[in-house]
């Protein structure tokens, strides 16, 4: 059984940052593919970063240059490294793992970040 646990969201002024990271559990070892996603108020979930095993990564144009994801494959945690943060990117958060970050299998609880114009 594979378990994600992210943490790291919370409430920031515009222009801050915040560090969301995503701990994985579980038979993971053939899964190649991790990402973060996002879901404001009455919008569509959407891919915000995905990165693979090897390190190669992906971004959403609305975050690219503000936001840097990455991956300790030793010990089994994402990070997205959030900076210049504005009102727009108030969303829950969701770390995902799977074949491929734009098909992700599994699904961590959602970390809430907020941020206040």
């Known amino acids: 059984q594979v378990q994600l646990v992210a943490s790291g969201g919370g409430l920031v002024q515009a222009g801050g940052s915040l560090r969301l990271s995503c701990a994985a559990s579980g038979d993971i070892f053939h899964i190649n593919g991790m990402g973060w996603y996002r879901q404001a108020p009455g919008k569509q979930r959407e891919l915000v970063a995905g990165i693979t095993s090897g390190g190669r990564t992906n971004y959403a144009d609305s975050v690219k240059g503000r936001f840097t994801i990455s991956r300790d494959n030793a010990k089994n945690t994402l990070y997205l490294q959030m900076n210049s943060l504005k009102p727009e990117d108030t969303a829950v958060y969701y770390c995902?793992?799977?074949?491929?970050?734009?098909?992700?299998?599994?699904w961590g609880q959602g970390t809430q970040v907020t941020v206040s114009s």
């Open positions: 995902t793992l799977g074949v491929s970050y734009y098909a992700p299998r599994y």
